[in-house]
């Protein structure tokens, strides 16, 4: 009789359906030991000697692997094949030996990398001993974070009260985030302008370049920065005799992509399905130890903790035949493709992330919906690995004027064959896709004019918060850590309350900043990368057998401890003094009057400072307790003007909860406390909004946004109004449309909001606009030009931003300039918005126009339920 161990008992059922009667196969539920959360647990003065226990909950599983033995011959440990799975096979051995359960007993080690049949038999037929060194590698981690956790975190309450914990990765991870954020607060938006121009040559198709030479200086992308220079470009291409100086077609490739990694599977999975890491593992977790097809387990997918980006010879076998059937045989490479892994610090011991059967495609197994979705997200990226390249051809046509001080570029890019596009593409953070456009055949040297010129404003942009796909790349690229820990690292950062999530990205609460603030003052080296990564590598010379695991646990020891030695007796004073000072821009932003930021703003007094309390920290006066004006750490808005404590609204009658009126880092805003939900629901005063006049009925108006406006009548989706970071929008899916004022955000009809959605998208895929099938002439009253348009749901007429659907059985052709107005009468006294329909005033108005919406509300309102 053979005893067989596994982590979970759904692996122990389907390995033990495998391997049949001679073999029984128990789950040791994960680990079955670890370091009791006391000090004294890893003694450095004991050479780092551990002290393990078994919880209760493992005391009855290892007792069964016991009772099993006594009439077994042979122990086989059959854990994950990582270092974590090495780990738990070390500490059943020392749990059984212990218990005398081993004596005269066989003890083998097998590991295998998918659980089906073919590969449990041949792990089975070829055991191997436990590998000591990554044990020990494991050993080494496992005290390395318990030192840091158990030496750091004390030190933590006694200086800084309020602040849970600090750990070895945990502490980098927020840096990246509270580093992001204060990048972002530095951030001041630059102004700069584009020009195009919509160009013909000898009657060709229109196209679009841009501008790349003006007055015999090169354009790039900020060269243009204020708006009298961009109009004298656009009169400068208008007038221009062109010529076509030189056309370039060249031929490139695009290569696919490696199938996944543990880091690239999270990465692509929160891009492409909104799964958080957590989500992913646990799903990925499933499809690995397996499910019932037809009435046997079978794993769907090999082992999902890995960072090798190689497939077994037999899968790319697989793959390439796969490719062939479905695909045709042009689209299988003449020679099948390697992967090597350009992460830092990577192991590729173990095969990629891909299916244990290519056979088995998406949609021809019954899954759950996560399931679903993640496997085919696999199957997909591990096909398109071993596909033919894309071909594209990418055309550049040059422009210039006589003399050549004026130029212009047109580049577009055709895929000539697809390839592995035809199954996959990967995604991207700042989710946009490449746009590709052909552009029309023209001849070196033919003339060219410019029909219609585009002269439009920008401001340049923060640099963006890290949502978990990105966040676990730049991880990764440091060297931080390693993937498998990622999903609970970020975890714990939430359960602490040192970040939130807003729009699925990471912003750092106060409580995580003041944290960080504190270790990046007294315990700098600890939070560095490059002193993180350092230690991963050592960590993978203890696993190759380069490096004595205790060795390294001496090294930082010795430094470590000093650090938290020297700051012992660091008094609360210094602690403060140092964090009024490396949180300045933060918790005392820079008056507009240019007045002393510190000065209390109630007493006039009085220095503000930072004050520790049991609840973390806060803002108080110096003259305390005669001046008693407190704030959050974000809470002045630079002007000196906050509010003191909490500016009571009233009551919300449906939940009887106080609404306040409170003064922000980005200004005032407006907060409720809702049953049910964890935190409180918060909104920005719009900008033109007067503090002064806000009611308790325009603060619920405000909170109770995002408001569903109606279900749109193509899908049935919700349409939706509310305050964003740009300004008020209406919302159809992924499509944003911008609203003129904030009052229409609760006053906006289902059609008003349906058109301006579709007037969006058509903006997105038409530059130039939808083309009328009919123009009727100017406006008899107001001016300006009316025509009929063919629009998405139907024949509409449009004057300016005023557009009116035509009745059922109306002609489009047939509609007179007198119907079109009484059509647009109707729809302008049921509330639709008129707007000049020039479309530019004056070059002022232009100006003034962009400026007002770059302005808008720096912080984007969180989401609120209905």
């Known amino acids: 009789m053979n005893v067989v161990v596994v982590e979970s008992p759904a692996k122990a059922k389907t390995i033990n359906k495998y391997l049949g009667k001679d073999y029984t196969v128990l789950a040791s539920f994960g680990h079955v030991r670890d370091l009791p959360a006391k000090d004294g647990s890893v003694r450095p003065e004991e050479d780092f000697a551990m002290e393990w226990e078994v919880d209760a909950k493992s005391a009855p599983k290892i007792k069964a692997i016991a009772d099993a033995l006594k009439d077994a011959d042979r122990l086989i440990l059959a854990t994950d094949p990582d270092r974590e799975g090495e780990a738990i096979s070390w500490h059943l051995l020392e749990a059984l030996n212990k218990r005398r359960a081993l004596k005269g007993k066989t003890i083998q080690r097998v590991a295998f990398n998918a659980i089906t049949k073919k590969a449990v038999e041949e792990a089975i037929a070829h055991p191997r001993e436990i590998d000591m060194e990554l044990v020990e590698a494991y050993l080494a981690r496992r005290a390395l974070d318990y030192l840091v956790g158990f030496t750091l975190s004390p030190v933590l309450w006694r200086k800084l009260p309020g602040a849970k914990s600090a750990g070895r ?21 630059q102004e700069y302008w584009s020009v195009e121009a919509d160009v013909r040559s000898d009657g060709s198709d229109a196209f679009r370049a841009k501008l790349t030479r003006f007055e015999n200086e090169k354009i790039t992308r900020l060269t243009i920065g204020e708006e009298t220079r961009a109009r004298a470009a656009e009169r400068a291409i208008r007038s221009a005799d062109f010529t076509i100086a030189a056309v370039e077609a060249k031929p490139t490739k695009r290569n696919p992509p490696p199938p996944f990694t543990t880091s690239t599977l999270q990465q692509e999975a929160a891009r492409k399905l909104g799964f958080d890491a957590a989500r992913t593992m646990r799903t990925a977790q499933r499809l690995y130890e397996g499910v019932d097809l037809g009435g046997e387990t079978v794993g769907l997918i090999t082992y999902m903790r890995t960072d090798g980006v190689q497939m077994d010879g037999s899968a790319v076998a697989a793959a390439r035949r796969t490719i062939g059937e479905t695909y045709g045989e042009q689209y299988v490479p003449d020679v099948p493709r390697a992967y090597s892994s350009k992460a830092k610090n990577a192991q590729e011991a173990h095969e990629a992330i891909r299916p244990t059967s290519f056979a088995r495609k998406p949609g021809s197994i019954r899954l759950d919906s996560d399931q679903a979705r993640l496997y085919e997200l696999i199957w997909k990226r591990a096909v398109a690995s071993q596909m033919e390249s894309a071909r594209l051809e990418r055309t550049t046509i040059d422009l210039e004027n006589a003399d050549g001080s004026l130029a212009l570029r047109a580049t577009g890019s055709v895929v000539t064959f697809d390839g592995f596009f035809t199954l996959y593409q990967e995604g991207r953070d700042d989710e946009e896709d490449e746009k590709e456009s052909r552009l029309p055949k023209v001849s070196q040297g033919a003339p060219a004019k410019a029909e219609t010129t585009y002269t439009e404003q920008h401001f340049t942009q923060p640099p963006p918060r890290y949502t978990e796909a990105s966040l676990v790349k730049k991880m990764e690229e440091l060297g931080i850590g390693r993937p498998s820990t990622y999903a609970s690292v970020l975890s714990v950062l939430r359960d602490r309350d040192y970040v939130r999530m807003e729009d699925k990205r990471f912003v750092p609460e106060d409580k ?28 993978d010379k203890v696993s190759s057998g380069d490096l004595d695991w205790k060795e390294l646990l001496r090294r930082f020891w010795a430094d470590f401890s000093a650090s938290v030695e020297g700051i012992s007796d660091l008094r609360i004073g ?128 405000l909170l109770r946004l995002p408001r569903e406006v109606g279900k749109h009548p193509e899908d049935g989706e919700p349409i939706e109004a509310g305050l964003g970071r740009y300004g008020p929008f209406v919302k159809h899916g992924k499509t944003y449309a911008n609203l003129p004022n904030i009052e229409e955000v609760f006053e906006i009809g289902l059609n008003r909001a349906v058109t301006l959605i579709e007037e969006k998208k058509q903006s997105r895929g038409a530059r130039g606009g939808a083309e009328p099938l009919k123009d009727l002439g100017e406006h008899p009253e107001e001016g300006g030009a009316i025509q009929v348009m063919k629009g998405r749901y139907g024949p509409y007429v449009r004057h300016g931003k005023i557009n009116a659907t035509l009745p059922k059985g109306m002609d489009p052709e047939a509609v007179t300039l007198a119907q079109a107005v009484e059509l647009i009468k109707a729809k302008a006294a049921k509330g639709g918005t008129k707007r000049k329909t020039a479309r530019k005033s004056s070059s002022k108005t232009a100006t003034k126009a962009k400026t007002a919406k770059s302005g808008s509300a720096k912080k984007t309102a969180s989401k609120k339920k209905a």
Not at 180 to 188: H, V, Y
């Open 574 to 701: 210094d602690v403060i003094d140092a964090m009024n000072e490396a949180l300045a821009p933060l918790i005392y932003p820079p008056r507009e009057d240019g007045s002393d930021p510190r000065v209390c703003p109630k007493c006039n007094e009085g220095q503000l400072s930072l004050r520790l309390g049991r609840h973390g920290a806060f803002v108080g006066c110096s003259n305390y307790p005669d001046c008693r004006f407190t704030r959050q750490l974000g809470g002045a808005d630079g002007s000196g003007n906050g509010i003191e404590g909490d500016g009571e609204l009233g009551e919300d009658p449906e939940t009887g909860e106080k609404v306040f009126l409170k003064d922000g880092r980005f200004g005032p805003y407006v907060e409720m406390a809702v049953p049910g939900e964890d935190k409180p629901r918060r909104s920005s005063v719009p900008k033109g909004w007067d503090v002064e006049d806000m009611t308790l009925d325009k603060a619920l108006m």
């Open 512 to 539: 995580g900043r003041v944290v960080i603030a504190f270790l990046e003052n007294f315990f700098t080296r600890y939070v560095e990368y490059d002193f993180t990564a350092d230690l991963e590598d050592q960590l």
């Open 169 to 189: 990765v945990q502490s980098v991870a927020l840096r990246l985030i509270t580093e992001r954020e204060s990048e972002i607060e530095r951030f001041r938006p």
